[in-house]
C-alpha cells in the first residue's frame, strides 16, 4: 500500500507537470490546489529535489518545477523515492533484497517465483505510468 506521503508526492508532482514550462510553483499553490498540508508537502518537495526529480528557484516568482519533462518521469521511480521497495516480498526485490527468514530454499520456492512474476509485472505497468500519461487520461475522462 503506498503511504500518504507517496500519494502527496505523485499529486503534486502531476500538478506541477500541468505546469511544466510555465515557471516555478510556489509551495503555497501546490498545497492549496492539491489539499496537501504545506509542512508536510515542504518535506516532500525538498526529498523529490534532493532526488533530482524538481529543481527549485528561490525568491521572487520562485518555487518548485520538474527537472524532466513529465514524459520521463514515472510512477515507478517516484515510489521508491518516497516509499522504498515496490516488491511484496523482501526476497524478490531487486533494490532491497533480504532474504526471507521462513524460506528453506530460494531456488525451489513457488511463493517467490509467484511473487517475482508479481513484481515483474508491476514495474513494467508502473515503469510506464507517467505524469504525461497521468494528465491525459485525467483530461480525457473530465471532457466526458
Given at each position: 500500500?503506498?503511504?500518504?506521503?507517496?500519494?502527496?508526492?505523485?499529486?503534486?508532482?502531476?500538478?506541477?507537470?500541468?505546469?511544466?514550462?510555465?515557471?516555478?510553483?510556489?509551495?503555497?499553490?501546490?498545497?492549496?490546489k492539491k489539499h496537501i498540508?504545506?509542512?508536510?508537502?515542504?518535506?516532500?518537495?525538498?526529498?523529490?529535489?534532493?532526488?533530482?526529480?524538481?529543481?527549485?528557484?528561490?525568491?521572487?516568482?520562485?518555487?518548485?518545477?520538474?527537472?524532466?519533462?513529465?514524459?520521463?518521469?514515472?510512477?515507478?521511480?517516484?515510489?521508491?523515492?518516497?516509499?522504498?521497495?515496490?516488491?511484496?516480498?523482501?526476497?524478490?526485490?531487486?533494490?532491497?533484497?533480504?532474504?526471507?527468514?521462513?524460506?528453506?530454499?530460494?531456488?525451489?520456492?513457488?511463493?517467490?517465483?509467484?511473487?517475482?512474476?508479481?513484481?515483474?509485472?508491476?514495474?513494467?505497468?508502473?515503469?510506464?505510468?507517467?505524469?504525461?500519461?497521468?494528465?491525459?487520461?485525467?483530461?480525457?475522462?473530465?471532457?466526458?
Amino acid at each position: 500500500m503506498l503511504s500518504k506521503k507517496c500519494k502527496y508526492a505523485i499529486h503534486a508532482l502531476v500538478y506541477l507537470a500541468e505546469k511544466y514550462q510555465q515557471g516555478p510553483v510556489h509551495i503555497s499553490e501546490i498545497a492549496q490546489k492539491k489539499h496537501i498540508p504545506k509542512k508536510f508537502l515542504e518535506a516532500i518537495l525538498l526529498e523529490l529535489r534532493k532526488s533530482k526529480v524538481l529543481l527549485s528557484k528561490k525568491g521572487k516568482g520562485g518555487g518548485y518545477y520538474l527537472h524532466q519533462k513529465p514524459s520521463d518521469v514515472n510512477l515507478m521511480d517516484i515510489i521508491r523515492i518516497m516509499d522504498g521497495a515496490i516488491a511484496l516480498l523482501p526476497c524478490v526485490s531487486l533494490n532491497y533484497y533480504e532474504k526471507c527468514d521462513e524460506c528453506r530454499n530460494e531456488k525451489s520456492c513457488g511463493i517467490r517465483d509467484s511473487f517475482i512474476q508479481v513484481r515483474d509485472k508491476t514495474l513494467s505497468i508502473l515503469g510506464g505510468s507517467t505524469l504525461d500519461k497521468i494528465l491525459k487520461y485525467e483530461k480525457s475522462m473530465a471532457s466526458k
